[in-house]
């Protein structure tokens, strides 16, 4: 499984929120997960998985695949819950 998080230039925000995810991931113990980050006009279908975007992101993100939106990019506890439930409905964890 590929997650990507995607923010407008594909740089500072969209890095940070990858590194949080990676933490996420090991605090859930689900280390076969590749995680990367870069634009939402350079992502493409297939590129990923799941997306992990800020909520205005949403709409250039629709189609290209599962997309979680966060309100706070920075909220741990926000991302957390967002995979939990993602990986729960998925039948990962």
């Known amino acids: 499984m590929k997650?990507?998080?995607c923010c407008g230039q594909g740089l500072g925000s969209s890095f940070m929120v990858e590194m949080n995810i990676k933490k996420v991931l090991k605090k859930l113990e689900l280390d076969n997960i590749s995680v990367s980050h870069g634009s939402a006009t350079e992502a493409?279908?297939?590129d990923a998985d799941l997306?992990?975007?800020g909520q205005d992101l949403y709409d250039a993100m629709a189609?290209?695949?599962d997309i979680i939106t966060l309100t706070n990019?920075?909220?741990?506890?926000?991302l957390e819950e967002k995979l939990k439930e993602y990986f729960t409905t998925k039948g990962v964890i």
């Open 3 to 5: 997650i990507m998080a």
């Open 44 to 46: 493409f279908p297939g």
């Open 51 to 53: 997306f992990v975007v």
């Open 63 to 65: 189609g290209k695949g």
């Open 73 to 78: 990019i920075v909220s741990m506890p926000e």
